[in-house]
């Protein structure tokens, strides 16, 4: 069967992940473009989607041999860290296990006048995978707002 974008990999490395998250970008940009407030959530969506992205090719650059492990390999110690690389879509878990990254976006920010640190905070903070699911309505003001904010940490987050 040849290949197709249904193809389970083997083996994904972190620039790799950072290429998918250009493109989720895209797509959530492609979306805010429309101006359709129906199409918030889904722009919301795939912006959260874009951090929890690069989150995991964070977490494969620090982690190398627990992500590179099959399930059945990983040991009890690494196997919080094997869920949130390959399982998990909690940023806030994510993000606790990056303590080195908080403090490299403080100082980026700084530099650059950017609250970085702040903006990842409060998107781990509140968003979830669940969004998917919500009946619930938001705009596309705050999309954009969300949005413009994930333009930004994505390139420090590289």
């Not at 920010?109 to 950017?114: E, M, V």
Request: charged share 25%; with cysteine.
């Amino acid at each position: 069967m040849p290949s197709s974008v249904y193809t389970k990999r083997q083996e994904i490395r972190p620039a790799q992940l950072r290429a998918v998250a250009d493109g989720r970008f895209d797509d959530a940009q492609a979306l805010a473009s429309t101006g359709d407030n129906a199409r918030a959530n889904g722009t919301q969506y795939l912006a959260g989607i874009v951090i929890d992205i690069l989150l995991k090719a964070q977490l494969m650059r620090q982690y190398p041999v627990t992500a590179r492990k099959r399930q059945h390999e990983v040991t009890a110690l690494e196997r919080p860290v094997w869920s949130l690389i390959w399982r998990s879509h909690d940023l806030g878990e994510m993000l606790a296990h990056l303590p080195g990254l908080t403090i490299a976006l403080r100082k980026s920010g700084d530099r650059a006048g950017r609250p970085y640190r702040e903006w990842l905070r409060g998107i781990c903070g509140v968003w979830t995978v669940y969004v998917r699911y919500s009946p619930q309505t938001s705009t596309m003001d705050e999309a954009r707002a969300m949005l413009d904010r994930v333009r930004e940490l994505k390139e420090v987050l590289k």
